[in-house]
């Protein structure tokens, strides 16, 4: 079976600080993804990556960055964070094929406080 | 663009009742299509997939079948149980390798 591992369930942290999160997969997906999801808005992709160093930016990228430098992790970085980016965050990744689905995380909860 | 909709929720069922949960899509080309279920606290797990036309998914009891001609893939089970109750998504991958996802049902089961 696929692993998604993200590294923390919950997290707390206070504006302005720089916050890292983390994801690795362990069966050498090339595609990574990250989304965030809030009540009522469903997923929405934040960032994505094809292959190591590279990187796209999805429908809401404002206030974070990625980081790819190995095939088997992904990570997001909240710059300076803020409250509004209190949500739950989702790791996901896929094989390139088109017939193959995503797996994802078991998400992390960020509180920004 | 492409797009997933699905039935709005929240759908409460007695255990035992059958299950319908609507999806329909718009997408270019010949997609992939998934559901996904989500349990309070946790990601979004696979639940099942089609690949190409009237192409059924199945898995624990749910089944999906993929509806070129009414560009639908609604989700079904026969006897839901209290252990069903959480959050389903409808998915599509394009050929252009982009992932859309529906809004999401939440079922709730009651004994």
């Known amino acids: 079976d696929v692993k998604v591992t993200q590294s923390s369930r919950y997290l707390v942290k206070r504006t302005g600080e720089k916050v890292f999160l983390e994801c690795v997969q362990d069966m050498d997906h090339e595609n990574m993804f990250w989304y965030r999801q809030d009540p009522g808005l469903g997923l929405r992709l934040i960032y994505f990556s094809y292959d190591v160093k590279m990187k796209e930016k999805g429908d809401i990228p404002e206030g974070y960055s990625v980081s790819r430098e190995k095939k088997e992790r992904f990570s997001l970085i909240l710059e300076s964070a803020s409250t509004n980016q209190t949500s739950m965050y989702l790791c996901a990744s896929s094989l390139g094929p088109v017939n193959q689905p995503q797996h994802f995380g078991d998400g992390t909860r960020l509180s920004i406080l | 663009g492409d797009s997933v909709t699905q039935m709005e929720g929240p759908v409460t069922l007695s255990e035992e009742a059958f299950l319908t949960i609507n999806c329909t899509y718009t997408a270019t080309g010949y997609p992939s299509l998934f559901w996904y279920v989500q349990y309070p606290g946790e990601g979004l797990q696979l639940l099942l997939k089609?690949?190409?036309?009237?192409d059924k998914g199945s898995n624990k009891g749910f089944e999906a079948t993929y509806r070129k001609e009414t560009t639908s893939f609604h989700l079904e089970k026969g006897s839901v149980q209290v252990s069903d109750s959480a959050v389903y998504f409808c998915a599509l991958r394009n050929t252009g390798n982009q992932f859309y996802f529906g809004t999401g049902t939440s079922l709730t089961v009651i004994p």
């Open positions: 089609a690949t190409k036309a009237d």
